[in-house]
């Protein structure tokens, strides 16, 4: 470890002593999704289940709740809610990731954890220059650098980021997320038999490749994997326009599904979908656990999206990520929904059978407070329903036309209300909320919508509201939630 290196970590410890009586003092910090310890975090980067343990990765810029030189943090766990909050794994020391150590992924090998990431480096014109580059640990905590593996191709610019590695068969794959001098945005795919030597072979999907048109000038974070046979492409495009009801944060995550060709290469894919509907969620990644879960992580924000509006700036901190969310294929789309594990987190529990509201809104005894689980189930709804949750964020359907809405104040003009919308292909069965102090994830119909979003209402408003316009009944469970358990 260079003297650098060594200085950087202090530095990043020393902020988080200097803070931390500011950071916890937070009334938004909250219980089961994880934060910075100051700082501002994003990207879920290496995950992996190692040696019986889940390891989570995450960007971090400890010195101030903005972007800038991203180190890695690091979570580890035995079951996904009791975790030890590891020291930093990566800090931006060398003349290759001096600038950032920015996304990537994790892969074990020969009894060895690497990690892949990319290097950032602004030279000194000030041109953005991005690396892949490799770190290798035996002990899973200490990590040994290795410098880059890859530079940018030919027909390519600066941007040029985020490795997501995975083994087919005897060889080893990698896609890179980039954008060629078109301003096109492409993912390019990697072969290797060894992790440090990758031969290019070319894009495998982007803004005009495989008849999809102009669609976004930088593609980011790509995830390549398999489910129930078929390929799956997870990707946060930058740079499309709203379409309706679609594409209406700053920059979006969704995939497209279809069959990989290892040969061409070249994926044969379907329409872009949109995973996830609210108002915060980015740069997801996943990975297979020792039970064939495909479980992924998201980022609960987005990049330029009204990042310094969120009040926690002012308490030093910034963005959490995800619960970790199993994915399934459904043979039409990817169903999502909080891995089984977290039920271990449910303490109080409160039932109602067969509420019905009609034409009114009201309180239902005992449901409310943070951080709750809801599930209700529907048994008849005639025309709209709504919640609203701590007069601050409501969720809405409206029957004659499918409609969900995700409704809360603007974070820049508190006189304004923003709003996320889809379209429910089927009637509206079932909801399944995790509320904590400052987020709520809604998973609809068993996953097959899904709202993230973060929510910032007064601290000691506990109170939910239920409304119906026609004639609602349905059931409700209530669990009050211990949170996650750090070491």
């Not at 129930?228 to 946060?236: K, N």
């Not at 995790?434 to 119909?445: A, H, K, P, Q, R």
Request: proline share 5%; hydrophobic share 35%; charged share 25%.
């Amino acid at each position: 470890m260079s003297d650098k290196d060594t200085a950087l970590r202090q530095q990043a410890m020393s902020e988080i002593f200097t803070h931390e009586t500011t950071v916890s003092g937070d009334p938004y910090r909250l219980t089961f999704h994880h934060m910075p310890p100051v700082g501002l975090m994003n990207d879920p980067n290496g995950l992996i289940q190692w040696k019986g343990e889940y390891h989570l990765f995450y960007q971090w810029m400890p010195f101030k709740p903005d972007h800038g030189e991203k180190f890695w943090g690091h979570y580890i766990s035995k079951d996904l809610v009791h975790w030890k909050h590891e020291g930093i794994a990566l800090a931006p020391s060398e003349w290759y990731d001096k600038d950032g150590c920015y996304s990537g992924s994790a892969v074990s090998h020969e009894d060895t954890l690497y990690l892949f990431y990319t290097g950032n480096v602004f030279n000194d014109k000030g041109d953005q220059e991005e690396y892949q580059c490799v770190a290798i640990s035996t002990d899973g905590v200490h990590f040994e650098k290795k410098g880059p593996v890859i530079h940018v191709p030919n027909g390519y610019t600066g941007d040029f980021r985020d490795p997501k590695v995975w083994k087919k068969e005897h060889k080893w794959y990698m896609v890179v997320g980039a954008k060629n001098q078109k301003a096109q945005g492409k993912v390019l795919m990697y072969e290797s038999d060894d992790l440090l030597q990758w031969e290019f072979l070319g894009p495998i999907a982007g803004s005009n490749e495989n008849r999809l048109g102009d669609f976004g000038y930088m593609w980011e974070c790509p995830d390549m994997f398999e489910l129930d046979g078929t390929d799956i492409l997870l990707v946060s495009p930058q740079g499309l326009q709203p379409d309706g009801m679609k594409y209406n944060n700053t920059y979006q995550t969704g995939y497209f599904a279809g069959e990989l060709s290892f040969t061409e290469p070249s994926l044969e894919h379907g329409a872009f979908v949109e995973l996830d509907r609210g108002f915060e969620f980015y740069a997801p990644q996943t990975f297979i656990d020792d039970k064939g879960r495909r479980i992924m992580f998201g980022w609960m924000g987005v990049p330029e999206q009204m990042e310094q509006s969120h009040p926690t700036v002012n308490s030093k901190w910034i963005h959490c990520l995800t619960v970790p969310r199993v994915l399934e294929w459904n043979g039409e789309q990817i169903i999502q929904y909080p891995v089984p594990e977290l039920e271990e987190m449910r303490e109080a529990v409160l039932l109602h059978s067969e509420i019905t509201i009609e034409n009114d809104q009201k309180a239902i005894r005992g449901i409310e407070g943070r951080p709750i689980e809801l599930q209700i189930d529907f048994e008849q709804l005639d025309d709209q329903f709504a919640i609203e949750l701590f007069h601050y964020i409501s969720f809405s359907y409206t029957k004659r036309d499918g409609t969900l809405t995700l409704s809360r104040p603007h974070l820049e003009d508190k006189s304004q209300t923003e709003f996320r919308r889809t379209v429910l292909k089927e009637e509206l069965k079932k909801l399944h909320i995790l509320i904590d102090t400052s987020s709520i994830e809604i998973f609809v119909n068993g996953g097959k919508e899904v709202f993230t979003s973060r929510m910032f209402p007064q601290p000691e408003d506990e109170d939910i509201l239920f409304t119906s316009l026609g004639e609602t009944t349905f059931s409700i469970e209530q669990w009050k939630l211990s949170g996650y358990v750090y070491e």
